[in-house]
């Protein structure tokens, strides 16, 4: 069974840079085809991809958000973390981490099979 | 950038038919995947790679791509279809893109 879940700061002031953790079970980063991103939703709008890194350590990042993101891994290989400098009150979003997989050859393509719950990050002085 | 193009939203009957549309340059030659989102709820995976379902999804989400727009077609429509709904592509400039949302709205 494929769970992940976020962690991290419920609050941040502008200015700072936010540290957020994905923490998943029921696959390996090391699969053949395996992703895990970062996906974003302010509250009532849209979703918005931020990042993701594959298990060949492809790392790829939204082109408007590409300077203030690094995705990484943990040395367990059970954790993905995300962080973003300069965090403003626009960076206010629900954060979800996310799963991919394809088998075909084609990861970059796939769909976001499995999703953690999200987080609600608030910045604010 | 690569932008794909949703209604905001869509009103359907019980049992009648949704279509929920989504644009984007010749996006008939991407693989498109389809989310449902609850309120206060992560999106769940409808419909992948154009026209697949996941296990567990009913019969009645289906998918289909041409052109220069997708459809999500939910037949026979119940009051718990009711959600938000996102359609995602991957661009070789833009990387991963969601579409705006379509809110479908069971009358």
Redesign the interface.
Known sequence: QITLKESGPTLVKPTQTLTLTCTFSGFSLSTSGVGV?W?RQPPGK????LA?IYWNGDE?????LKSRLTITTDTSETQVVLTMTKMDPVDTATY?CAHSYDNSG?Y??A???Y????TLVTVSS | SYVLTQPPSVSVAPGQTARITCGGDNIGSKSVHWYQQKPGQAPVLVVYDDSDRPSGIPERFSGSNSGNTATLTISRVEAGDEADYYCQVWDSNSDQVFGGGTKLTVL
């Not at chain 1, 999703?115 to 999200?118: E, F, K, L």
């Open positions: 991103g996906i849209a979703l918005e991809w993701v790829r990042y939204s082109p408007s979800f084609y970059l393509t769909s976001w099979g999703w953690g719950q999200g």
